[in-house]
């Protein structure tokens, strides 16, 4: 049985924490064993009538992987949402992604500091994450970057 942490059901839903622990309460969700690191997790088949868009299998798979902190999964969700118009949803996945130093999320949250997509605008933090970006190697940020006349020298790997 696939299972996903709490916390990702209330990202992919728009569904408050307290709004999912009532439905637990309330035996309409199954709440099963918590993971390795205390989180509490459902069942994906309670959750999937809940989502904010419409997800296929392969979609799942992402998903899946996502929650569990594969970043370059969390960077793909965020596109997923970001394209049905959900930019909350996708700025809660650039995030995770972005705080694992994963380049192409660090560009596309920077654009949506810029843009104020799901987020207060906010040219710094836009700024800030597109030079992190670029100097983590991303070729698109760096060529941003340039264009803005600022040189990013990269990140010792």
């Not at 199954?30 to 296929?56: E, F, H, K, N």
């Not at 560009?107 to 970006?133: C, D, P, R, S, T």
């Amino acid at each position: 049985m696939d299972t996903i942490s709490m916390e990702t059901a209330i990202a992919i839903t728009e569904r408050s924490r307290s709004t999912w622990w009532r439905r637990i309460s309330q035996r309409e969700v199954a709440r099963v064993a918590d993971d390795a690191s205390g989180r509490a997790m459902l069942s994906w088949i309670d959750v999937v009538p809940l989502i904010c868009i419409p997800m296929d299998d392969n979609d799942r798979s992402y998903v899946l992987r996502a929650d569990v902190g594969d970043a370059e999964a969390q960077n793909d969700i965020a596109q997923l949402f970001s394209i049905a118009g959900k930019h909350k949803t996708a700025l809660y996945w650039l995030q995770q992604a972005a705080n694992q130093e994963y380049p192409d999320a660090m560009q596309w949250l920077g654009i949506y500091y810029l843009h104020g997509n799901g987020v207060m605008k906010n040219e710094n933090l836009g700024v800030m994450w597109i030079a992190k970006a670029a100097a983590h190697g991303h070729v698109i940020a760096q060529e941003q970057m340039k264009a803005l006349g600022v040189g990013v020298a990269p990140v010792a790997l």
